[in-house]
Antibody
Framework: EVQLVESGGGLVQPGGSLRLSCAAS????????MDWVRQAPGKGLEWVGR??????????EYAASIKGRFTISRDDSKSSLHLQMHGLKTEDTAVYYC????????????WGQGTLVTVSS | SYVLTQPPSVSVAPGKTASITCGGN??????VHWYQQKPGQAPVLVIH???DRPSGIPDRFSGSNSGNTATLTISRVEVGDEADYYC????????????FGAGTKVTVL
């Protein structure tokens, strides 16, 4: 059974940093593109960034709104994905979801339960 | 960047058909994916690549895409279908590689 479990969320002050993790199981993580998607309270979904699979050298892409502040990395030996966030702003407050792309087509077929990041002083 | 337009809400009676539209410039040439999100839960992929259903999704859910509009159709609506529905496409040329619509709240009367 495919499972994605996020952790690392919490309360952080503006300008601070936080590292989210996603533990994956039930599939070969290195075969899949993996993404982060976020959802601000009461709002819609926003794509954050993507890590391609091993065959594509784990290259990454990011949304303009977070580019230069957030970095996606992964550790396939531990079947984990990470989102390192720096320079956090109040508008980064959201539930952050770890997702798997079905076949590198941007169709997110599995989602974690999400982890809440609150940026506030 | 590419904009997807969805109606904020759709109401439907049980047993009837709900149609949720997703408008975008020449969206017919893009692959459209649809997600269902119930309160307090993560989204679930219900349609991908315009009209394909993932395993486990009832055949009451179908999709189409042509011209400037993609449509998610829910036939024989059930109370359990009440949720927010989001469309999504790959942009590739804008600020966001993947773009979501703002979502449509489906209310089952």
């Amino acid at each position: 059974e495919v499972q994605l479990v996020e952790s690392g969320g919490g309360l952080v002050q503006p300008g601070g940093s936080l590292r989210l993790s996603c533990a994956a199981s039930g599939f070969t993580v290195s075969d899949h593109y993996m993404d982060w998607v976020r959802q601000a309270p009461g709002k819609g979904l926003e794509w954050v960034g993507r890590s391609r699979n091993k065959a594509n050298r784990y290259t990454t892409e990011y949304a303009a709104s977070i580019k230069g502040r957030f970095t996606i990395s992964r550790d396939d030996s531990k079947s984990s994905l990470h989102l390192q966030m720096h320079g956090l702003k109040t508008e980064d407050t959201a539930v952050y979801y770890c997702t798997r792309e079905l076949a590198a087509g941007g169709d997110f077929d599995y989602w974690g339960q999400g982890t809440l990041v609150t940026v506030s002083s | 960047s590419y904009v997807l337009t969805q109606p904020p809400s759709v109401s439907v009676a049980p047993g009837k058909t709900a149609s949720i539209t997703c408008g975008g410039n020449n969206i017919g040439i893009k692959n459209v994916h649809w997600y269902q999100q119930k309160p307090g839960q993560a989204p679930v992929l219900v349609i991908h690549h315009d009209s394909d259903r993932p395993s486990g999704i009832p055949d009451r859910f179908s999709g189409s895409n042509s011209g400037n509009t993609a449509t998610l159709t829910i036939s024989r609506v059930e109370v359990g279908d009440e949720a927010d529905y989001y469309c999504q496409v790959w942009d590739g040329s804008g600020d966001h590689i993947f773009v979501f619509g703002a979502g449509t709240k489906v209310t089952v009367l």
